[in-house]
Nanobody, 117 residues
Framework: QVQLVESGGGLVQAGGSLRLSCAAS????????MGWYRQAPGKQRELVAG???????NYADSVKGRFTISRDNAKNTVYLQMNSLKPEDTAVYYC???????????WGQGTQVTVSS
Protein backbone atom coordinates (compact mmCIF):
# COMPACT_ATOMS: atom_id res chain seq x y z
CA GLN A 1 0.00 0.00 0.00
CA VAL A 2 1.25 3.47 -0.86
CA GLN A 3 2.10 5.59 2.17
CA LEU A 4 1.38 9.33 2.06
CA VAL A 5 3.21 11.97 4.07
CA GLU A 6 2.00 15.56 4.17
CA SER A 7 4.26 18.51 4.86
CA GLY A 8 4.29 22.27 4.52
CA GLY A 9 1.86 23.15 7.28
CA GLY A 10 2.61 25.68 9.96
CA LEU A 11 1.66 29.00 11.46
CA VAL A 12 0.98 31.88 9.10
CA GLN A 13 -0.64 35.29 9.40
CA ALA A 14 -3.93 36.02 7.71
CA GLY A 15 -3.35 36.93 4.08
CA GLY A 16 -0.30 34.73 3.84
CA SER A 17 0.36 31.63 1.74
CA LEU A 18 1.40 28.04 2.28
CA ARG A 19 2.02 25.15 -0.07
CA LEU A 20 1.19 21.73 1.25
CA SER A 21 2.89 18.70 -0.20
CA CYS A 22 1.79 15.08 -0.08
CA ALA A 23 4.64 12.74 -0.92
CA ALA A 24 3.85 9.14 -1.78
CA SER A 25 6.11 6.16 -1.11
CA UNK A 26 5.43 4.82 -4.58
CA UNK A 27 3.99 5.71 -7.94
CA UNK A 28 0.78 7.71 -7.91
CA UNK A 29 0.03 7.29 -11.60
CA UNK A 30 -2.68 4.71 -10.97
CA UNK A 31 -4.53 6.96 -8.53
CA UNK A 32 -6.94 8.86 -10.73
CA UNK A 33 -8.70 10.63 -7.89
CA MET A 34 -6.89 13.02 -5.58
CA GLY A 35 -8.15 15.27 -2.89
CA TRP A 36 -7.27 17.47 0.02
CA TYR A 37 -9.51 17.45 3.09
CA ARG A 38 -9.39 19.37 6.33
CA GLN A 39 -10.76 18.95 9.81
CA ALA A 40 -11.06 21.75 12.30
CA PRO A 41 -11.54 21.08 16.03
CA GLY A 42 -15.08 19.98 16.77
CA LYS A 43 -15.99 19.79 13.09
CA GLN A 44 -16.33 17.04 10.54
CA ARG A 45 -13.70 16.41 7.93
CA GLU A 46 -14.57 18.28 4.74
CA LEU A 47 -13.38 18.17 1.16
CA VAL A 48 -11.33 21.23 0.27
CA ALA A 49 -10.25 20.36 -3.26
CA GLY A 50 -10.70 17.30 -5.43
CA UNK A 51 -9.69 16.25 -8.91
CA UNK A 52 -10.37 13.30 -11.19
CA UNK A 53 -7.77 12.75 -13.89
CA UNK A 54 -9.16 13.90 -17.20
CA UNK A 55 -12.12 15.39 -15.42
CA UNK A 56 -13.06 18.40 -13.42
CA UNK A 57 -11.55 19.95 -10.35
CA ASN A 58 -13.84 20.89 -7.51
CA TYR A 59 -13.21 23.29 -4.67
CA ALA A 60 -15.17 24.05 -1.54
CA ASP A 61 -16.94 27.39 -1.93
CA SER A 62 -14.96 28.75 0.98
CA VAL A 63 -11.62 28.29 -0.82
CA LYS A 64 -12.50 28.95 -4.46
CA GLY A 65 -10.09 31.39 -6.05
CA ARG A 66 -7.61 30.98 -3.20
CA PHE A 67 -6.55 27.30 -3.23
CA THR A 68 -5.16 25.24 -6.10
CA ILE A 69 -4.69 21.46 -6.20
CA SER A 70 -2.08 19.93 -8.46
CA ARG A 71 0.06 16.82 -8.88
CA ASP A 72 3.48 15.89 -10.18
CA ASN A 73 3.48 12.23 -11.16
CA ALA A 74 7.23 12.26 -11.77
CA LYS A 75 7.78 13.26 -8.14
CA ASN A 76 4.91 11.14 -6.78
CA THR A 77 3.61 14.24 -5.04
CA VAL A 78 0.33 16.09 -4.75
CA TYR A 79 0.19 19.75 -3.79
CA LEU A 80 -2.23 22.26 -2.36
CA GLN A 81 -1.30 25.89 -2.90
CA MET A 82 -3.13 28.07 -0.40
CA ASN A 83 -3.19 31.84 -0.84
CA SER A 84 -4.95 34.65 1.00
CA LEU A 85 -5.30 32.46 4.04
CA LYS A 86 -7.96 33.25 6.63
CA PRO A 87 -8.24 32.27 10.29
CA GLU A 88 -11.15 30.00 9.36
CA ASP A 89 -8.76 27.94 7.23
CA THR A 90 -7.14 26.71 10.44
CA ALA A 91 -7.38 22.91 10.50
CA VAL A 92 -5.50 19.68 10.04
CA TYR A 93 -5.15 19.05 6.32
CA TYR A 94 -5.13 15.54 4.86
CA CYS A 95 -4.39 14.29 1.38
CA UNK A 96 -6.21 11.36 -0.14
CA UNK A 97 -5.52 9.32 -3.24
CA UNK A 98 -7.95 6.81 -4.72
CA UNK A 99 -7.79 4.38 -7.62
CA UNK A 100 -11.34 4.11 -8.90
CA UNK A 101 -10.56 0.94 -10.88
CA UNK A 102 -9.16 -1.13 -8.04
CA UNK A 103 -10.89 0.76 -5.21
CA UNK A 104 -7.55 1.24 -3.49
CA UNK A 105 -7.06 4.38 -1.50
CA UNK A 106 -4.60 5.97 0.89
CA TRP A 107 -4.73 8.76 3.45
CA GLY A 108 -1.91 10.83 4.83
CA GLN A 109 -1.43 11.47 8.53
CA GLY A 110 -2.30 15.15 8.29
CA THR A 111 -0.47 18.44 8.66
CA GLN A 112 -1.56 21.31 10.90
CA VAL A 113 -2.29 24.70 9.37
CA THR A 114 -2.87 27.58 11.76
CA VAL A 115 -3.77 31.04 10.49
CA SER A 116 -3.53 33.90 12.97
CA SER A 117 -5.59 37.05 12.69
Amino acid sequence: QVQLVESGGGLVQAGGSLRLSCAASGSIISFDVMGWYRQAPGKQRELVAGNISGGSTNYADSVKGRFTISRDNAKNTVYLQMNSLKPEDTAVYYCHLFDSRSYRGSWGQGTQVTVSS
